[in-house]
C-alpha cells in the first residue's frame, strides 16, 4: 500500500483545513487507516482512525473528522476550530487489518506527511 497526502497548509486559529491520503492497493475497503501528527522535538500521536469503528484523540474529538470513500481509495481529514497546538506535520497511515489502533506500531504503512501550521 502506497499513500500519498495532501491538503495541509498555513491557517489561523479557528480555521479549517481537510487533508486527504490517496492509498493503492485493491484491499483498501478492507483495511484500517489512521491519521497520526507529529510536532516538532515531540513523538508521533493519534488522531483519528476509521475501520471496524472510528476513534478519535480526546484533543481533536469534536472538533475532526475523519471519513473514507473506499470507492476512490480515499480518506479525509476535516479539521475545524484549529488551534496553534494542532501545529504538526500529519501523517496517513494504513493498518493490514479493518480494526483500528491508537498506536503507530500496529500500523503498517505511512505516508510521507503533509505540514499544518496553525497560527495565533
Known amino acids: 500500500v502506497q499513500l500519498v497526502e495532501s491538503g495541509g497548509g498555513l491557517v489561523q486559529a479557528g480555521g479549517s483545513l481537510r487533508l486527504s491520503c490517496a492509498a493503492s492497493?485493491?484491499?483498501?475497503?478492507?483495511?484500517?487507516m489512521g491519521w497520526f501528527r507529529q510536532a516538532p522535538g515531540k513523538e508521533r500521536e493519534f488522531v483519528a482512525a476509521?475501520?471496524?469503528?472510528?476513534r478519535y484523540a480526546d484533543s481533536v474529538e469534536g472538533r475532526f473528522t475523519i471519513s473514507r470513500d473506499n470507492a476512490k481509495n480515499m480518506v479525509y481529514l476535516q479539521m475545524n476550530s484549529l488551534k496553534p497546538e494542532d501545529t504538526a506535520v500529519y501523517y496517513c497511515?494504513?493498518?493490514?487489518?479493518?480494526?483500528?489502533?491508537?498506536?503507530?506500531?500496529?500500523?503498517?504503512?505511512w505516508g510521507q506527511g503533509t505540514q499544518v501550521t496553525v497560527s495565533s
Open positions: 497511515a494504513a493498518r493490514a487489518s479493518i480494526v483500528v489502533g491508537s498506536t503507530t506500531s500496529l500500523y503498517n504503512y
Open positions: 492497493g485493491r484491499t483498501f475497503g478492507r483495511i484500517a
Open positions: 476509521s475501520g471496524d469503528s472510528t
